[in-house]
């Protein structure tokens, strides 16, 4: 586990997450996995890439998450 990560969703955040927050911790986690703080100009596409898509992937889990006691994030 990437300890720079943090957890996103309520009541340990107790806000939504911000777009910022959500790509910080994508970004930590494909640096972990490729063992990259900055990628080689030959590699950065791919990385950008894995950045993106766990960002969007992350952002789809929180919408999805009910946590109980908190209040419907969906509602409204």
Known sequence: MCR???TLRPP???EEATEEDIRAAALQ???KVS???APAA???EVFDRAVDA?????AELLE???VRG????RAG
């Open 4 to 6: 720079s990560i943090k």
């Open 12 to 14: 340990v955040l107790p």
């Open 29 to 31: 986690y494909v640096r």
């Open 35 to 37: 063992g990259f703080r």
């Open 42 to 44: 030959h590699n950065r």
């Open 54 to 58: 766990i960002a969007e992937a992350t």
């Open 64 to 66: 999805g998450l009910e």
């Open 70 to 73: 908190a209040a419907s994030r």
